[in-house]
C-alpha cells in the first residue's frame, strides 16, 4: 500500500522527476541479469550490421529503470500493478574513444511522471512517464497504474 | 514476411518453473537502478507485507523472454532473432512476485501481422504459480525487420 493518501491526488500533478545514465557497462549488467543477450545491445559491430548506428540500450533497461520513479513515489513497487509503453526511438550508448568503459558517464535519460488518471472506485491512479534522451521521447505512452 | 503467419493462435504449454531466487531480483533491481529498500532487504520487504523481497515491476520479463525464446527458436517461426526489435510491453501483476516464487508461463501468439517489408508478432505470457495461482500477465510486441529495413 502507498504512504500518499489517494484523496490528496489530483489529475496533472507531477509526481517528480529524475536521471539514469547508462553507459556500455550497464547494458552487459542488464544482459545478465535479463537473459537478453542479444548482441544489438553489446556488440557494435553486430549492431552496425544490422543497420543500427551503433549499440543502443534495450527497451527493456530504459522501461525498468524508468518506473523507480513511480515506486519510490508510492513506497511500495507491488504498487505498481500495470505497467506500459511503446518503445519509439533507440537510446544509443556511446563508447568514446579514450574513455573507461565501466565509469563512462554514458546517455542520460530523463524522466517525469505525472498523474495521467484517476479511478476513485478502483482506488487506482495512472502515472504518464515523459522519458525522453537528449529532449526527444524514447518511450510513449509510458503509463503505470498504481493500487492504493 | 518475416514471420509464419500460421502462428496466430499457437500456444505454447509452460516448461521447467521458473524459480525465483532472491539474489536474482537484487541482481536484476540492481541492473535495473531501482534502489527500493524493497527489492533488497527482507525485513524491509516485510514491513510493507510481502513474504521475501519484492520483484521490480519489470522482473517478469525474465519469465516471459524464456517464454517468448521457445516461439523464436520454433524453426516453424522464421523468425530472425537479430532483426527483432522490442516494439511495446505491457506487465499487468495479479499478484507481487517475490523470492521463493516458483513460476511457469504459458505463452500465446495473440497476432501476427505485415508491417511494410517485416512483420509484428503479438505474444501473451500468462505467468502463474506452479500451484496455478496467476501472478502476472505480460504482452510483448516485437517487430521483425523485413531485409530493405
Known amino acids: 500500500m502507498p504512504a500518499i493518501a489517494f484523496?490528496?491526488?489530483?489529475k496533472g500533478q507531477s509526481i517528480g522527476g529524475t536521471t539514469v545514465r547508462v553507459n556500455r557497462a550497464d547494458l552487459v549488467r542488464y544482459a545478465g541479469a535479463s537473459g537478453d543477450f542479444n548482441p544489438i545491445h553489446w556488440n557494435q559491430r553486430f549492431a552496425e550490421e544490422v543497420g543500427l548506428p551503433g549499440v543502443i540500450a534495450h527497451g527493456m533497461f530504459t522501461m525498468?529503470?524508468?518506473?523507480?520513479l513511480v515506486s519510490d513515489w508510492a513506497g511500495d513497487p507491488a504498487?505498481?500493478?500495470d505497467y506500459q509503453t511503446r518503445f519509439t526511438k533507440p537510446v544509443p550508448v556511446q563508447d568514446p574513444a579514450g574513455s573507461n568503459p565501466s565509469d563512462y558517464a554514458g546517455t542520460e535519460i530523463g524522466i517525469e511522471g505525472t498523474i495521467g488518471a484517476l479511478d476513485a472506485e478502483a482506488r487506482t491512479a495512472r502515472v504518464d512517464l515523459t522519458v525522453t534522451v537528449e529532449g526527444q521521447k524514447v518511450l510513449v505512452k509510458a503509463q503505470a497504474l498504481v493500487q492504493f | 514476411m518475416s514471420i509464419n503467419p500460421a502462428l496466430q493462435g499457437r500456444t505454447y504449454p509452460a516448461g521447467e518453473p521458473y524459480v525465483v531466487g532472491r539474489e536474482?531480483?537484487?541482481?536484476f533491481a540492481a541492473a535495473v537502478k531501482a534502489s527500493h529498500r524493497a527489492h533488497y532487504d527482507p525485513a524491509a520487504a516485510a514491513e510493507l507485507g510481502h513474504a521475501d523481497v519484492v520483484a521490480p515491476p519489470t522482473f517478469a520479463i525474465i519469465v516471459a523472454q524464456r517464454a517468448d525464446a521457445q516461439l523464436i527458436q520454433d524453426p516453424e517461426s522464421g523468425i530472425d532473432f537479430s532483426r527483432v526489435v522490442h516494439a511495446d510491453q505491457r506487465f499487468t501483476?495479479?499478484?507481487p512476485i517475490v523470492a521463493g516464487d516458483e513460476l511457469v508461463a504459458e505463452l500465446h501468439v495473440d497476432q501476427v501481422r505485415a508491417m511494410g517489408g517485416g512483420a509484428m508478432i503479438t505474444t501473451r505470457a500468462e505467468i502463474a504459480t506452479t500451484a496455478g495461482d496467476p501472478v502476472a500477465t505480460t504482452v510483448s510486441s516485437l517487430l521483425v525487420r523485413g531485409e530493405d529495413q
Open chain 2, 93 to 95: 501483476h495479479h499478484r
Open chain 2, 24 to 27: 536474482k531480483i537484487r541482481e
Open chain 1, 64 to 68: 525498468g529503470s524508468a518506473v523507480q
Open chain 1, 7 to 10: 484523496e490528496t491526488l489530483e
Open chain 1, 79 to 81: 504498487a505498481v500493478i
